[in-house]
């Protein structure tokens, strides 16, 4: 009799344990999509001259296009015209094959470069420095958008 | 911080009634085991479901921004080791049963004073100071146990220091190296030299690789230095082939992993009995109650994973190290979540501790590696084992709290 009931058992056993395991496979994947659909700061800003600072997270795509990361309104922009991406603890831009060309320093971007603080980044018309986030009050560029 | 997402809430109380559901299954199981029906089992196992209902509802509401995975995951574990040893010898599982509410309680303790008190300037010597007193204390006050002398006997239990040791140690690692540099490579080198020696002056060659390799990873992931990871894995190369020259109960485990059917009856008795209680148990296990644990030796404590694998068979035990794995994931998790350094370190070293001893011990008994003896966090039969790990948990538990708190370096 008990060795009946211990072999049907078993089975029963091993699939509670399965069933707790993937409760908490599920609680692990729904944490990973968590962090990965909440973009991080790095702690950089990219500011224009009139003041206004744009928050850099992992990956920021600048253009004219609504559905830009950063949307910068000026006719000499493209839509898509740069990338600025981290690779390791590195921010690196990118141009994105705009019409006018992306400029680090006066320097043509023709492959990711990396950033340096105080960098200056020129985009159509418009001039951008590269700032660490603390240089600068924090809050700034929020209130302005 | 906000609070539990509802879904995320009922797929923990979910897990709960997981756990209680084996732990009744199993007891009411091995009450018919006798024949007549004997309800020690069940009681045992009601009161560990109180525990545990008390324990996850009373932190969930004291700490709001606690880990609650890491308690239910420990009472997962605890709860097959319990019902493991409740069919080996049901007079241990009564006494693991009251540890077991001990490390409850010293649970919360703990979660509550590591989020409130652990404080940056203790200074890393004093850690080491009591590292060492630790150790040291079972070689001079200490009696011998199961070969070697990590023991200290009082009347009524005894209690094995270098458990406590293993907390103490992690806070001297997380403090000395939270610079993310080391500042005196001679004191600091010397200082866990002198752990080491201590540990290998107990025999307790086991704790000694423990500490050895948990010590060598906290240094690469404050420093990221690939030379001092590169010497210490040589240094430990040498250590093992002089430990196998000096040392003969090296060289009996050394030699019982390498061709245990050469000495069954002899040295390598007690592997053999394990990989035969694999051997029986199959993919699903020859059922609770069924196997034969009283071949194995040592089955209560070192061996209690070969027993749990042939009544649940490999499909158990196996999830059973992804249950490990599991709790080893949040450890990691919290380490990364937290800002400050020190208890980054401290998060971290706790977790590699847990990982590096259950692929010790299920390394050993699997015949991966060498047999060591040390214990199964939560599952082994043994008071120091359970309440040290509930209490490194509970200070996980604190750090992760402190993390919601956005604890920064200032």
Known sequence: MFELLSRTLRYVFILLIYYFLYNFLKIMVADLRREKSQPKETGFILQDEDGNSFTLYEINTIGRAEDADIVIDDPFISSKHALIFKRGSKLLIQDLHSTNGTYLNNKKVTRPLRLKENDEITMGAKKFRFLRGEAVGATDGIDLQ | MRPLEPRTESIYNKSIAITALVGILASVLLAFKEGAFSPMPLYGSLIFIVVMFIGHF???????????????????????????????NPESAQRQLIWFGIGFVLYFVSSFLSKNWINKNIGSLIFFMATAGLLASPLIFGVELYGSKSWLDFNFFSFQPSELAKITFSLFLAESLSNCKIEKPLVFFGEIAVILGLLALAKDLGGAMLFYFTALTIVFAATSRWDIMGLGLIGAAVAGVLGYQFFGHVRVRAKAWLNPWEDVPGKGYQIVQSLFAMAEGGFFGTGLGLGRPDYIPAVTTDFIFSAFFEEFGFLGASALIVVYFLLVYRGIKISLAIENNFLCLAALSLTVFFGIQIFTIIGGVIKLIPMTGVTLPFMSYGGSSMVMSFISLGILNGIKMRAADGETNE
């Open chain 2, 58 to 88: 009373l932190t969930n509401q004291l700490f709001p921004e606690q880990d609650p995975a890491l308690f239910i995951l420990c009472c997962f574990i605890s709860q097959l080791g319990l019902i493991m040893l409740y069919r080996i």
